[in-house]
């Protein structure tokens, strides 16, 4: 038990062992990083997890402690907006966040003309991140970057293959290499667990998630 129990008050019946649960399941390294838990540092999580309003973490299944956190999410997006230069998704799969707890990376794949481009972001890269969902709307997800990220175009595309990526300057009209904000829009339960699963992965983010941002929108 790593929080206060006198805000035990203040939680919806149930809430409690649940998220006891969830932070005894980082305790037994989660997402396999050997992270300075101090009994501090848990408490913020537990109250993070009940009183912050921009993300509604769920339960996490307990075969996440044995493998599963490893696997990439990937979440379906509506929106992506950097700067003046912005890309709405018509179908699915035209736009798509992944997130890579491996190779602690966040990705942002474009479907534009029948071309498929990427951006990949470092987790140290990250200046700062926010999220806000609401029910039965559209989550927001808002990063901030102090490198520049990289960009690919897929070359070869064959189906059932792994792609082909071959480094390519910009596609954003030279946007993303003055702006330093990401927005993007994707649809809000995905996006919750995939979220959840990020700032659980990574104290730095999870502390930089209760910070502000220096750069305009």
């Known amino acids: 038990m790593y929080h206060d129990g006198n805000a035990d008050a203040n939680v919806p019946s149930g809430f409690s062992s649940w998220v006891d649960g969830f932070l005894n399941c980082m305790d037994k390294k989660l997402f396999c990083h050997a992270l300075d838990k101090d009994n501090a540092f848990m ?3 537990w109250t993070a997890l009940i009183y912050r309003p921009l993300v509604q973490v769920n339960f996490l299944p307990d075969n ?4 599963e ?14 700067g003046s230069w912005q890309f709405a998704s018509e179908h699915e799969g035209d736009l798509v966040g992944k997130f890579y707890f491996a190779t602690q990376e966040i990705v942002w794949e474009v479907l534009a003309n029948d071309m498929k481009y990427k951006m990949e972001m470092q987790w140290s890269a990250i200046s700062a991140i926010r999220a806000t ?10 990063i901030e970057l102090h490198w520049l990220p990289k960009f690919y175009v897929e ?6 293959h792994h792609a082909d990526w071959i480094s390519v300057n910009d ?3 030279g946007q993303a290499l003055i702006c330093r904000r990401h927005y993007l829009e994707f649809p809000s339960a995905a996006f919750e667990f995939a979220y959840a ?6 104290r730095r983010l999870f502390e930089l998630s209760h910070g502000g941002f220096l750069s305009k929108p």
């Open 197 to 202: 699963r990020l700032l659980s992965s990574d």
């Open 133 to 142: 969902t609401e029910e039965n709307k559209l989550g927001i997800l808002e």
């Open 43 to 45: 408490n913020r999580v």
């Open 155 to 160: 070359i070869n595309p064959r189906p059932r």
């Open 64 to 67: 996440l402690c044995d493998g």
């Open 171 to 173: 596609f954003t009209n």
């Open 69 to 82: 956190n490893l696997k990439v999410a990937r979440v379906p997006a509506t929106l992506l907006r950097i």
